[in-house]
């Protein structure tokens, strides 16, 4: 199915430049879709019309500031998505970091310092002091690996590497669908909506964790690339 897809990306770059609007709607677009997978994988009950109104400017009745807040933090991740591609930075221990310093508002970020017990999604990850070591190998392993030109692999076996080592004593989860997204554009794809209710997708990291084999959220986000594709080709 990779095959297919990479033709139609191949067909959307043939496009570009695109027109004003169009990139306007592509862009607001991203943004939505980056948000609102991150709020609803993380347990938000905000709804795609709240999202929607937030992005607009709008204050939604009965939902946290921290979650209007978050809109604006996706905002800021964009960007950064953006100057790192102009400056076809890749992904690493030191980047890693700046990304979950802007999702969480930290500008310095620490390592978790505790050995936690995941019940969610029924693991434990390598003891903190290994976090570093752990994670400049997954790093190393995914740059010397051969995916074939496979960029969308690339992302989810990143995904699933930084659940495994689980960096941050927080929303490790959210950080490791920021990476997957910038690592779908990196390889010229775009930002993408998960479409996963929070039950399922933690079902299929934990099974993936569990198991080595990623295949299943492999196929998911490969599925959602081909589907936006589509949607951006018929604009």
């Known amino acids: 199915m990779f095959a297919e897809t990479e033709k139609k990306r191949a067909r959307l770059n043939e496009g570009k430049p695109l027109l004003q609007r169009t990139k306007d709607y592509a862009d607001r677009l991203a943004l939505f879709d980056l948000a609102y997978t991150t709020l609803k994988l993380d347990g938000s009950k905000l709804t795609a019309e709240g999202v929607n109104h937030i992005m607009e400017g709008r204050i939604v009745s009965g939902v946290s500031v921290g979650e209007h807040i978050e809109i604006d933090r996706h905002r800021l991740l964009l960007r950064a998505f953006s100057d790192m591609l102009h400056m076809d930075t890749a992904l690493d221990r030191k980047e890693l970091s700046r990304l979950y310093g802007i999702l969480t508002d930290n ?38 690996r051969d995916y074939g030109g496979d960029c969308v692999r690339r992302a ?27 690592e779908l554009l990196r390889g010229g794809f775009p930002v993408i909506s998960f479409g996963l209710s929070e039950q399922d997708y933690n079902r299929m990291v934990s ?22 594709l589509d949607l951006l080709l018929s604009l």
């Not at 689980?166 to 920021?178: H, K």
Request: with cysteine; hydrophobic share 40%; aromatic share 10%.
């Open 156 to 182: 989810a076996e990143l995904h699933a590497g930084v659940i495994a080592v689980y960096p941050f004593a927080e929303r490790t989860e959210a950080l490791a669908r920021i990476a997957l997204q910038y």
């Open 207 to 228: 099974e993936g964790i569990r198991s080595g084999v990623h295949d299943a959220l492999y196929e998911h986000v490969l599925s959602c690339v081909d589907r936006k």
């Open 107 to 144: 500008p310095e970020p620490a390592f978790r310092t505790e050995d936690p017990v995941l019940h969610h999604l029924g693991y434990a990850p390598p003891p903190y002091a290994d976090v570093p070591d752990r994670l400049d190998q997954l790093f190393r392993n995914l740059f010397l």
